[in-house]
């Protein structure tokens, strides 16, 4: 048997095909819930990194893309950037979460 004909390599590769990557908005979701359940606080690059499950590069960059929105703000306290959602932030999630809530009862890919 070959490498390529392996069962697992194929089922790897099978796999792999299936996977589903998440869209600009559903990153930009994650990254509001992150700093939403941080609260007036707000949050460190790192938990949003951590629980958006995205490296550093990647959550700053969107985090850069959702300040410019004006979903959320940052603020520097001593050596840290925090990050804080916005109202309009918070409005923007709820109505982002509810349209999820339609498309799953609609049963639509987006």
Not at 4 to 20: V, W, Y
Not at 39 to 58: P, Q, W
Not at 77 to 96: A, W
Request: proline fraction near 1%; include cysteine; charged fraction near 20%.
């Amino acid at each position: 048997m070959t490498l390529i004909n392996s069962p697992t390599i194929l089922a790897m590769a099978k796999s792999r095909t299936r996977q589903q990557y998440r869209t600009q908005l559903g990153i930009a979701s994650d990254v509001l819930q992150v700093c939403m359940g941080a609260g007036i606080e707000g949050t460190l690059i790192t938990k949003i990194s951590r629980y958006a499950n995205l490296s550093h590069y990647a959550s700053m960059e969107s985090c850069q893309k959702l300040i410019d929105a004006g979903l959320i703000e940052s603020t520097k306290i001593q050596k840290n950037i925090v990050y804080k959602i916005t109202s309009k932030g918070i409005n923007f999630l709820s109505e982002f979460q509810r349209f999820q809530d339609l498309i799953k009862e609609v049963n639509i890919r987006y």
